[in-house]
């Protein structure tokens, strides 16, 4: 998700790192939806480096981008080292 959110950030301050998305994540783990003050211990979790704000919004794009690729919105490509669903279960 880096590469999305930094391109959708408007300033330097809303720009995710791989490294601060990965602690992001660690963190939506530890403080699920039913944790007190979710966002500021996820913000805290992240070491100071994004706002009670920034998280939140994080999390909203996140639920976007989850969202466009559970209906289809999102094109998979397949690769060379992976092909497509229907050849993984043909027997030659």
Do not use: C
Not at 31 to 48: F, I, K
Request: hydrophobic content about 30%; cysteine-free; aromatic content about 10%.
């Amino acid at each position: 998700m880096a590469s999305n959110s930094t391109s959708r950030g408007s300033s330097s301050s809303s720009q995710w790192t791989r490294q601060e998305d990965k602690a992001f994540e660690r963190a939506l783990a530890v403080y699920d939806t039913d944790t007190p003050d979710r966002w500021h211990n996820v913000a805290r979790y992240m070491g100071g480096t994004k706002s009670v704000e920034e998280v939140r919004r994080h999390y909203q794009l996140l639920e976007v981008d989850v969202a466009q690729i559970e209906s289809g919105g999102v094109p998979f490509h397949w690769y060379a080292a992976a092909p497509p669903p229907a050849k993984l279960h043909q027997r030659g």
